[in-house]
């Protein structure tokens, strides 16, 4: 075997040679059905997987939320503290140039929110 082709809603979306896929430019909130097959370096196909589904996140991550761990918390804080006053865009929230106080604003309206926009 030399290795899977990944469909995504019954369209082939990519191959793997290993047992894992990364699948990208999705829609936001939305549900996919994946099934894989195998192939040979023959040029041989199984057939098709049973399928499995996958639903991806809604919307846009709350701003303030630095470390991408999807809540706004004391983590995101202490990453804005080590970098105060540097021009560290992930932190820079209001995009100025610097990490300041408008940016721990912005990120203290989202402390401890949900990490995603309803
Ligand atoms: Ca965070
Ligand atoms: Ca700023």
């Not at 979306?13 to 290993?18: A, E, H, I, K, L």
């Not at 080590?82 to 610097?98: E, R, V």
Request: glycine share 6%; charged share 10%; hydrophobic share 35%.
């Amino acid at each position: 075997m030399a290795g899977y082709k990944v469909y995504r809603n019954g369209s082939q979306v990519g191959t793997s040679v290993s047992t894992s896929y990364s699948d990208t430019n999705l829609s936001a909130n939305t549900s996919y059905i994946y099934t894989i097959s195998a192939y040979d370096a023959a040029g041989n196909n199984s057939s098709q997987s049973t399928s499995a589904s996958a639903t991806t996140f809604s919307g846009i991550p709350v701003p303030g939320d630095i470390n991408m761990d999807h809540i706004v918390n004391a983590l995101d804080y202490s990453i804005m503290n080590t970098h105060w006053f540097q021009n560290y865009p992930p932190a820079d929230l209001n995009s100025d140039g610097l990490v300041n106080s408008l940016d721990f604003f912005g990120a203290r309206e989202k402390f401890t929110a949900s990490a995603f926009q309803e």
